[in-house]
């Protein structure tokens, strides 16, 4: 399997789709030690040997080290070179040699307009960042306590923005002391962030973060056809179908594509991926699709306000910032709703999560667990965490798992050895020193008491919209949903003699879709439909108008 991965990630060009590029690249010369592009470098070219060779280096290490030697029918670049982040890793020429030079713009082009060339190389790049991450590249290092909510908090930005990291648990790792002296540092100071020019943050926010690694692109001065607020499953989906349909198109997230599906360790009924794969992994591939069309996604970038300004919508940044757009879909999810019982809220981050995903589990690792809650999430978190602890207890308030899960997934617990069911029960009280060290619950059947040892709470209940920042004139329901389409008309509040389209909001031209909507159903192959339905309406909505 490795040489097959080898294969995909370093294919060779054939003659005819160099002959291809042509019309996009210049022939440019290099002499053997020059740099092609360094490590940080933004907005870098893609390179297609000719003669010569071309080192891949990585540097992260502190010391050079060749990741591959591409030859003539080979080429350079990974994932960051679509998504426009800055290089992870430096390009020298290993000989004297000659190279056809494309600008990142026009191989955008290229995978839109060459179907065949696309598919190779968006494979290679694919493969290769894939490749990178599991060889222990450490571009950006973590230094900090796995009980603090902070480093959490950090770990959870760059896995979600796809940022390959080391992190140095306080605790238990070996390197610490020596960072901490290196950097001179203490641990009263931690959690830093050591990016890959021996950048020091200390416990930085995400926006300098994002600013720190490149990751945050800037926002033109335009009016946007399309504007879509949340990067979860219906976000991206409204992205690719926008993007490539023409659509001058903005996707902003507060701090990550994923959304709520992203913190689905395993989804194993969305079609097409019957083996499944992770919402992390199925939010990367969508954001690569996305810019490969042409739409544009940065994060954080949080909306605070909307309005209506001179024929157009207007939202307003947390970094004031503002965007004018025609149309905006909102896709802003939904989060898991906090566990009212004492103690929950002083061990969020270092105890009680609202994920599992391998940043999660890689704290909890041969440990006890709690799951809260009877929902698909829950299932697919304590199938997940089984194979990272000693035991997961799973909680329900009810006494029947079928009821509320799929059919799939609680075969899948009954099988697991590990997996205890507790039925009737709740978290009443949560304990520990400076971390979680245990859980008092209630079963309501028996009347009786436990504590049960655990290091860890993970909690699937409920769901609430984030809609707070939504002005009056867009109708939701008393819990936060999103009323759209012929709820809107039954409300009496629409005022145009069109009816408003399916997933139109009270204010015409703004859309809802997946779990902020009133009435979704909370599966993600649903959520994606009506992130790619919303653009139809978008375009008969410009059309009217």
């Not at 020429?93 to 713009?105: K, L, R, T």
């Not at 050895?417 to 039925?423: A, D, K």
Request: hydrophobic share 40%.
């Amino acid at each position: 399997m490795a040489l097959e991965h080898h294969s995909i990630a370093f294919s060779k060009l054939d003659d005819e789709q160099i002959a291809a590029l042509g019309k996009f690249a210049k022939l440019k010369a290099f002499q053997a030690g020059e740099t092609l592009f360094a490590e940080g470098t933004p907005n870098y070219q893609f390179f297609v040997i000719k003669r010569g060779e071309v080192a891949i280096i990585d540097r992260s290490s502190g010391h050079d080290q060749i990741v591959t030697i591409h030859e003539p029918g080979e080429f350079t670049g990974d994932v960051d070179i679509l998504t426009g982040r800055p290089a992870v890793v430096r390009a020298i020429a290993h000989s004297n040699c000659e190279v056809y030079e494309i600008a990142a713009d026009d191989l955008r082009r290229i995978l839109n307009e060459m179907p065949r060339l696309s598919d190779v190389l968006l494979r290679a790049f694919l493969m290769r960042r894939q490749l990178l991450e599991e060889s222990g590249f450490v571009a950006v290092r973590v230094v900090g306590s796995r009980y603090s909510p902070e480093t959490h908090r950090i770990r959870e930005f760059l896995a979600k923005n796809k940022v390959p990291f080391t992190w140095i648990d306080l605790e238990n790792d070996p390197q610490v002391d020596t960072l901490l002296t290196q950097f001179r540092i203490s641990e009263d100071e931690t959690p830093v962030v050591i990016c890959g020019n021996d950048k020091l943050l200390k416990n930085p926010s995400m926006a300098e973060l994002a600013d720190c690694l490149g990751i945050k692109k800037p926002i033109e001065h335009t009016i946007y056809d399309l504007v879509v607020v949340g990067a979860g499953p219906a976000g991206l989906a409204a992205a690719i179908y926008g993007a490539s349909e023409g659509l001058k198109t903005l996707v902003l997230d507060k701090m990550g594509p994923g959304g709520q599906a992203g913190t689905s360790s395993k989804i194993e009924n969305y079609m097409g991926f019957p083996t499944g794969l992770s919402g992390s992994d199925l939010a990367n591939r969508a954001v690569i699709q996305a810019e490969k069309f042409g739409a544009i996604l940065t994060a954080p970038a949080e909306v605070v306000q909307l309005s209506r300004e001179t024929g157009y919508y207007a939202l307003r940044l947390e970094s004031g910032e503002e965007i004018s757009a025609k149309c905006i879909l909102i896709c802003a999810g939904a989060s898991y709703r906090k566990l009212a019982v004492e103690g929950c809220d002083r061990f969020e981050g270092s105890g009680v999560y609202y994920a599992a995903t391998a940043v999660e589990a890689l704290l909890c690792r041969g440990a006890q667990v709690v799951v809260v809650g009877g929902g698909n999430s829950a299932g697919q978190a304590a199938v997940f965490l089984s194979e990272q602890t000693r035991k997961v207890f799973l909680l329900i308030r009810g006494g029947d798992l079928r009821k509320t899960m799929s059919h799939y997934l609680v075969q899948r617990i009954e099988q697991t050895p590990n997996i205890e069911v507790q039925c009737y029960t709740e978290i009443c009280k949560m304990y520990g020193n400076k971390w979680l060290e245990a859980v008092e619950v209630f079963c309501s059947q028996t009347g009786q008491a436990d504590t049960i040892k655990c290091l860890a709470v993970f909690v699937f209940i409920g769901a609430v919209p984030h809609t707070k920042w939504l002005p009056d004139a867009i109708q939701c329901d008393r819990n936060g949903f999103v009323k759209t389409g012929l709820r809107v008309m039954e409300s009496g509040e629409w005022t145009l003699r069109r009816q408003p389209f399916l997933l139109e909001t009270s204010l015409p031209g703004i859309f809802a879709a997946g779990d902020v909507r009133l009435g979704s159903i909370k599966r993600v192959a649903s959520a994606v439909g009506e992130g790619a339905m919303a653009v139809q309406f978008v375009h008969e909505y410009l059309a009217s108008s």
